[in-house]
């Protein structure tokens, strides 16, 4: 099992920024497909972005530009830099984790196993 513990986030104004840090310990980042998904009120969860292996970055088209996924493997650590931040954005956001690579498809709900305990990201006009 991964264990992931999720920190960061927060409330922030109109183009402000945020980011949010998710530690990972149980696998190695080799061995993983890390993810960003986020949840709105009555929205579906949808995926933000993935870092594969620790080497690909996949985000997605409509949050490129604005948000970015990065991962340390000093203190094994995966991060969303949110920058020009939208009231849109406002979401519970979660990282979660598949042992096994992301392959092309977009990211799915159903396909990770293992998440982090979320945190709410408020943006206010």
């Known amino acids: 099992q991964v264990e992931l513990v999720e920190s960061g986030g927060g409330s922030v104004q109109t183009g402000g920024s945020l980011r949010r840090a998710c530690a990972v310990s149980?696998?190695?980042?080799?061995?993983?497909?890390l993810a960003w998904f986020r949840q709105a009120p009555e929205k579906v969860r949808e995926g933000v972005g993935s870092?594969?292996?620790?080497?690909?970055?996949r985000t997605t088209d409509s949050l490129k530009g604005r948000f970015t996924i990065s991962y340390d493997n000093a203190n094994n650590t995966l991060y969303l830099q949110m920058n020009s931040l939208k009231p849109e954005d406002t979401a519970m956001y979660y990282c979660a984790a598949q042992i096994m690579s992301c392959g092309v498809r977009p990211l799915s709900v159903t396909s990770f196993t293992d998440w982090g305990q979320g945190t709410q990201v408020t943006v206010s006009s």
């Open positions: 870092i594969d292996r620790g080497a690909y970055i």
């Open positions: 149980g696998y190695d980042v080799s061995d993983l497909c």
